[in-house]
């Protein structure tokens, strides 16, 4: 009775005349079994009738909600979400779209395809209203601005785990990465061997709330032995006093927010979209039990970057978070030699035989302790390798260096400021 009373208050077009009249009865009779929201609180199953109520039966119940143009389950199914659904501007999106997620479900031969197609529309009707920002002068949000233009397609997009366990390391076991789900099978193949993660956004123009937006679709593996797939939405926005390029993603399913900051790409006369570029991002760390907020570095590339080559070592060496002087520790430097010996190329072998150990870089710009502070505008002063090794040199360097993968808060630290500051304040 609560439910009826509660749908019937959500839909303003149905009206108790009306079904009374459908039904050849008196309106007083359908008031009767309906309670409305604002008597829900104080009529139960003991003082029902004294407040004029009769209990309904199931039938009758069921025969209400067909004039109504429903069923009794999707009332009360819709009933225990009443807290959240109140909440949002377009319930009656909603309804019909959940109504139609359903059919798709229940099609023997509905598509993956068909069920995303429904679920996207939920997101656009529902939810996309109250995420995108206000209109603003300096924010640049409609997709038809031609700044958008370099940005829309495809990327993969290369970031490091936030876990200490996992960072910059390889996994302990391979996995399968065949699947007869084509979006599965995508992910799985350009996912690495080690704790370098690989997602694909999507950047495209699409309409959200009346506006054209551009949207970004973002999904990777975060377990792919498990087959996890982690999926984000948002929208692209541009500065238009800086060259800054924003990003606000929301993985609803996990209750995530996550932020890129980007620039604008100086892509020249030749260069019509943007090919490689690195984001900061504003992130939640992803060990269990122990999650902080956190920020790191993603390379995005209109292109896969494979395993085992020079630009997939760049990568995870420009993913670390270095800045212009490369600290390495002695026994980092020996490993990056071990490396270097196993390399048949000819180009490392000449970097072995100019610097077999840190004390052969030693000199005005450089410290050497138990710890190298290398700056890395001194390696290409080396003139006694060529461009290329001195590339593959800063590469070797920074992939063996010090630096960390991420950086996290920790509660600790503004513990013990708050601390200093209760002592400050006790002492004035």
């Known amino acids: 009775m609560k439910a009826l009373g509660w749908y019937i208050s959500v839909h303003k077009e149905i009206k108790q005349i009306k079904i009374a009249n459908r039904m050849h009865t008196d309106p007083a009779s359908i008031s009767r079994y309906v309670i409305s929201p604002k008597d829900a609180q104080c009529i139960n199953e003991q003082n029902y009738e004294q407040s004029g109520k009769r209990l309904i039966d199931i039938e009758k119940a ?3 909600c ?3 143009g429903t069923t009794l389950e999707n009332i009360l199914y819709y009933y225990q979400f009443k807290n959240t659904l109140d909440k949002l501007p377009n319930f009656d999106s909603l309804e019909k779209l959940t109504n139609q997620l359903m059919c798709v479900e229940n099609e023997k031969e509905n598509t993956t395809q068909d069920f995303q197609n429904v679920i996207d529309h939920l997101w656009q009707e529902c939810w996309g209203s109250i995420c995108i920002p206000p209109y ?3 924010l640049i949000m409609e997709a038809d601005h031609p700044g958008f233009l370099p940005w829309i397609g495809r990327y993969y997009c290369y970031f490091s785990s936030t876990s200490s366990d996992e960072a910059g390391r390889r996994r302990e076991a391979s996995f399968e990465r065949n699947s007869d789900d084509p979006e599965l099978r995508e992910l799985l193949e350009c996912s690495t061997d080690e704790y ?4 694909i956004m999507d950047i495209h123009s699409c309409t959200e709330s009346g506006r054209n937006l551009c949207r970004v679709d973002f999904k990777f593996l975060s377990n792919p032995k498990e087959r996890l797939i982690k999926r984000y939405t948002g929208i692209l926005i541009l500065s238009a006093t800086t060259n800054a390029v924003f990003c606000e993603l929301t993985g609803n399913e996990q209750g995530e927010k996550t932020y890129l900051m980007l620039e604008k790409q100086d892509l020249g006369k030749e260069q019509s979209h943007v090919r490689c570029c690195m984001a900061m991002v504003l992130t939640y760390s992803s060990k269990v039990h122990c999650r902080r907020p956190c920020c790191e570095r993603m390379v995005l590339s209109n292109s896969k970057i494979k395993e085992g080559e020079e630009e997939y070592e ?3 060496a420009y993913l670390r978070m270095n800045d212009s002087t490369i600290r390495i520790t002695r026994w980092g430097y020996n490993e990056l030699i071990k490396k270097i ?3 048949p190329d000819p180009d490392m072998q000449k970097i072995i035989e100019c610097f077999p150990d840190l004390e052969s870089l030693n000199g005005n710009n450089v410290t050497i302790d138990e ?3 290398i700056p890395e505008s001194i390696i290409y002063t080396l003139h006694s390798l060529s461009d290329a090794q001195k590339r593959k040199f800063e590469i070797l360097l920074r992939n063996h260096s010090i630096a960390p993968w991420y950086s996290k ?11 200093l500051l209760n002592t400050s304040h006790d002492r004035k």
């Open 409 to 419: 808060t920790k509660a600790t630290k503004a513990d013990t400021l708050f601390k």
């Open 371 to 373: 710890c190298a502070f």
């Open 62 to 64: 069921v025969e209400i």
């Open 136 to 138: 603003t002068t300096n």
């Open 341 to 343: 010996a196993k390399s």
């Open 66 to 68: 067909g004039h109504m």
């Open 314 to 316: 760049a990568l995870k």
């Open 196 to 199: 370098v993660f690989c997602g």
